[in-house]
């Protein structure tokens, strides 16, 4: 393939069209997945290389704008790709940014790239995945334009025009042949580039959907940066003093920022990123911050005679009890490993945040004793409580070594031992579990009623939380321990179901639910273990024939279906208890049959996910509100 526009394109050209054709043949070695996950990468592919404009300080604007014909614009106002020839290619620089594979940003300059997590893979990529991609450049009172359709230039760079001003604007539409889906998200685009903003103090983004009547327009601008990411993490709990605590400073070559406020939950939010991409399995980075953040707390607490010097050290665990945290590193060449490359290795990056956290957290807590004292106050608490709960777990441990059938009493257990064939309703309320008891199959659905509330684990210690029947219930009947002896090959059920009322009420008793396992066993979680039950609200009898409608849509158009007149006897359902048995199997619980919405947790969004929970849990009744009516947003769709 290739398009050879004059003879000033020679051999050179064809090897580079060939490195992109290998982007289109295995799209998701360079983009991760073709889904509208890896549609959104592109965007943020393309707005790194202006992130880097703005690291290296020559760049403060950065407009992102989806397009009526949902193609994308990236306009910065940086230097300006080069246009000069680069000498190895014999191309234009800016050409060779779009045409040679991993030619991002190579081209001298220094500093900090953004580029490489799971992106950075860099513009070329953008190119080869769209189905046309132009770039004007505003440069030495100069426009200049190229453009590329699937990766070929259909024209040299040429001059368009002269400019008051510096600045790249990219415009691509992703191809169709590639993407199974082409149409962005805003909202998926809304909070990562609210989140480049954190990272990038300073940047103005702004956002613009022009698919509407009415454009939509977003800015995210942040001079205090991650200090405001935190305050953000915290904008609906209560801080326990005002200072967000704040560490910025470099070693060798490498950049660290820090920044930190506890609240009064009881929950440890930290979130680090590396060159601007979120390292949601941690790594060296994570590790250096905890190991000065218990060292210098241990420290100060001695010194200072909060803890006496024959007393057990704080854990790092007391100390970040309620703690929101923002750990943020630029290091040149970041090495990722683990499984799914998401965890930083370089060793020298632990040395570098272990010792600028250090350092300025000692002055810190030295200049802000009351500051201090508070967090030692709280820790020593954490520490107090976590001593009730390790005998309280000691306790539930033992019991379990004995004695392995100590299942709760409520359970009504499945008889097929294979948990792979095996599925958990956990039901709201006894009556509705009677029914659920009396409904279900056997052999592989085991019943667990719960009754009413479950404890709110965002408010209560663990030591309350441990010994709470309900949740003693679920763990045990789980099989997986929690926290840190939880095992997923212990799981006793392939799927676990959470069944509640179609109300409000039974939403915020579901949201308790997730709540627990995501704080206790997330993986159960993110390995797809959990679903909610979707009961009917409505019935419809005709002529003796049934129907249920799941939703008032769905009862409008069955009601069209089968004429509306006074043959037609219209039940909704205010819970399950009014659902006998063998409706309840026919709508909710018959494999065949049933509607379950498989909850799911977004990686790249969990500080999200962290605070939308926290809004649901929290005291703040209205944002509560919300959560319920958006709660559909968190779960998918899952035809069983
Ligand atoms: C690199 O070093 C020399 C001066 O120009 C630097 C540069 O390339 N700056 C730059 C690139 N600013 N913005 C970009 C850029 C912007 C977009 C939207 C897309 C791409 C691929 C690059």
Not at 67 to 89: M, Y
Not at 513 to 524: G, I, K
Request: proline share 3%; glycine share 8%.
């Amino acid at each position: 393939m290739g398009t050879e526009v004059n003879g000033e394109y020679g051999a050179d050209q064809i090897q580079i069209l060939e490195g992109l054709e290998a982007v289109r043949k295995r799209p998701g070695m360079y983009i991760g997945s073709t889904s509208v996950r890896g549609l959104h990468h592109l965007v943020y592919e393309i707005v790194d290389n202006s992130v880097d404009e703005v690291l290296a300080g020559h760049c403060n604007e950065i407009q992102v704008t989806i397009q009526e014909d949902n193609s994308v614009k990236v306009v910065d106002n940086g230097r300006g790709i080069p246009i000069g020839i680069n000498q190895k290619a014999g191309l234009p620089a800016v050409e060779v940014v779009f045409t040679v594979l991993h030619a991002g940003g190579k081209f001298g300059g220094g500093g900090y790239k953004v580029s490489g997590g799971l992106h950075g893979v860099g513009a070329s990529v953008v190119n080869a995945l769209s189905e046309w991609l132009e770039v004007i450049i505003h440069q030495d009172g100069k426009m200049y334009q190229q453009r590329y359709e699937r990766g070929n230039v259909i024209y040299p760079l040429r001059e368009i025009g002269t400019t008051d001003h510096t600045g790249t604007e990219v415009t691509f539409l992703p191809d169709k042949e590639i993407f199974e889906e082409t149409i962005f998200d805003f909202d998926t685009l809304r909070q990562r580039l609210r989140e480049m903003a954190f990272l990038t103090k300073g940047v103005k983004i702004t956002l613009t959907d022009e698919r509407l009547d009415e454009p939509k327009v977003r800015e995210f601008h942040y001079e205090g940066g991650i200090k405001e990411y935190v305050s953000y993490l915290n904008r609906h709990k209560d801080p326990l003093y005002e200072q967000i605590i704040y560490c910025e400073g470099q070693r060798d070559g490498i950049l660290v920022e820090v920044a930190m406020q506890h609240n009064s939950s009881y929950q440890e939010g930290t979130y680090s990123f590396v060159n601007n991409i979120t390292t949601p399995e941690g790594g060296t980075h994570l590790t250096g911050f905890r190991n000065a953040l218990t060292k210098t707390f241990n420290d100060y607490a001695k010194k200072n005679k909060i803890l006496k010097e024959n007393e057990t050290n704080l854990t790092g665990d007391d100390i970040r009890e309620g703690l929101s945290a923002i750990v943020s590193i630029k290091i040149g060449e970041p090495q990722f490993e683990g499984q799914t490359k998401q965890k930083l290795g370089n060793s020298e990056a632990k040395r570098a945040v272990e010792s600028v956290v250090t350092e300025q957290l000692t002055y810190f807590l030295e200049q802000n004793p009351s500051v201090a004292r508070i967090i030692c106050d709280k820790a020593v608490l954490a520490q107090r409580a976590r001593d009730a709960a390790r005998k309280a777990r000691d306790l539930t441990r033992r019991k379990t070594a004995l004695d392995s059938t100590t299942l709760p009493g409520k359970l009504a257990d499945c008889s097929d031992k294979d948990p792979k064939n095996c599925e958990i309703y956990i039901v709201e309320g006894d009556s509705a579990g009677g029914s659920a008891k009396t409904a279900r199959n056997r052999a592989t659905q085991a019943i667990l009623p719960l009754r009413g509330k479950i404890l709110n684990v965002e408010k209560s210690r663990l030591d309350k939380i441990l010994i709470n029947n309900e949740i003693k219930a679920m763990i045990t009947a789980f099989g997986t321990g929690i926290g840190e002896d939880f095992n997923i090959e212990k799981l006793r059920y392939d799927k676990i179901v959470i069944m509640t009322d179609a109300d409000v009420d039974g939403a915020h008793i579901a949201t308790l639910m997730l709540t627990f396992l995501y704080r206790f066993m997330p993986d159960l979680i993110r390995k797809g273990h959990v679903y909610l039950a979707q009961p009917p609200l409505f019935k419809v009898e005709r002529n003796k024939k049934v129907y249920y409608a799941y939703d008032d849509l769905e009862l409008g158009s069955i009601l069209k279906e089968i004429g509306r007149d006074g043959n037609n006897k219209i039940q909704r359902y205010k819970g399950l208890g009014e659902m006998d048995a063998d409706q309840l199997w026919d709508t909710t619980m018959d494999p065949e049959k049933r509607i379950l919405l498989r909850v799911t947790i977004d990686e790249e969004s969990e500080s999200e996910i962290d605070v939308v929970f926290n809004t649901l849990m929290g005291d703040k009744v209205e944002p509560r509100r919300e959560f319920i009516e958006e709660n559909a947003k968190y779960v998918k769709n899952l035809d069983i």
